[in-house]
């Protein structure tokens, strides 16, 4: 909690309402930015670019060295890279970086900054939408008792909390169904998604090695939709963007780790998604980067085990 300063109080459903203006969460700044000198849609931007790069380094540190308890967890031999890719390092590295590049382009002029948030105006906004809800549950007198506690947690955290999910949702279905298409439609896959498909054994930083029309339609849009339609500010933007972010650089990394917190939180994972990578899966797993109720609800999701049962058939 910051300093204490005067509650404000306002009229809702006929009782006085106060809200202490810096009555904050943990996780909520009053900064008007969170780096000082660096706009919150700048650091938007600049996030994902960051965490992609990071993470990458980190893995590629892990292929490249020579530590024989990490073998275990590989999902495919370090020789296959070589052998079976069809593309260098060196073109994914560029292929990547001229993404990032075109989608901070286009974030510069689709994020705009937030401006001054009145909190207290969005408290007693909450609180006068509940008011009536409460009042007919619980009756007006205990209403009055916990209208300020209730629309406290729902401004604070359910609605950021439902806005996050429905976003991931948004761009889970928004992948799905293109990345589904660009599979089922021969045009679409012989001159956009075969490059990504270039990388038989995926690793970290080959994450976002697509065709840069792919790359705009698949990743970029998908991000900017999910942004507008939950509403979110530059802030959230910024988790959601570095989240999504870490998630599909971890989902190409190669390795099946059970102490990999973005790999325990979701099937959808490395292990699932090098399936997809694989000559036996192409047509299977497409859901990315989060969760996998469409593939699982469509009829697409292969599991290891039906790929090793596939293997044995044949």
Not at 4 to 19: A, Q, R
Not at 93 to 105: G, M
Not at 125 to 131: G, P, S
Not at 217 to 231: K, R
Request: glycine fraction near 4%; charge should be neutral.
């Amino acid at each position: 909690m910051n300093q204490t300063l005067p509650s404000v109080c306002s009229k809702v459903d006929g009782h006085s309402i106060c809200f202490n203006s810096t009555d904050y969460p943990f996780y909520h700044s009053p900064r008007p930015t969170l780096i000082d000198g660096v706009s919150d849609p700048i650091l938007t931007l600049a996030g994902p670019v960051l965490a992609y790069w990071a993470l990458s380094l980190i893995f590629h540190y892990l292929d490249s060295s020579e530590w024989k308890w990490l073998q275990k967890y590989r999902l495919h031999e370090s020789a296959e890279v070589q052998s079976k890719n069809l593309v260098t390092r060196a073109q994914v590295i560029w292929a990547v970086i001229f993404q990032q590049i075109v989608q901070t382009v286009l974030g510069v002029y689709w994020l705009s900054d937030d401006g001054h948030v009145d909190h207290v105006q969005g408290l007693n906004r909450i609180a006068r939408y509940l008011a009536p809800v409460m009042a007919g549950i619980v009756g007006r007198e205990r209403e009055s008792q916990l209208l300020p506690s209730v629309s406290y947690a729902v401004y604070w955290w359910v609605v950021p909390t439902l806005q996050l999910l429905f976003a991931m949702f948004v761009i889970d279905t928004w992948q799905y169904f293109l990345h589904r298409a660009m599979h089922v439609n021969k045009w679409l896959y012989r001159h956009f998604h075969s490059w990504h498909h270039r990388l038989y054994v995926p690793y970290a930083y080959g994450a976002l090695y697509n065709h840069p029309v792919e790359g705009f339609l698949l990743d970029s849009l998908g991000a900017m939709i999910a942004e507008t339609v939950t509403f979110m500010n530059s802030r959230q933007a910024l988790l959601l963007f570095v989240v999504s972010t870490l998630k599909t650089v971890d989902d190409h990394c190669g390795y099946r780790l059970p102490f990999d917190p973005l790999q325990m939180v979701t099937s959808n994972n490395a292990d699932y998604h090098d399936i997809h990578h694989q000559v036996i899966g192409i047509k299977s797993n497409f859901s990315q980067p989060f969760f996998i109720h469409w593939d699982s609800i469509l009829g697409t999701r292969m599991t290891r085990q039906e790929v090793e049962s596939r293997k044995r058939r044949d």
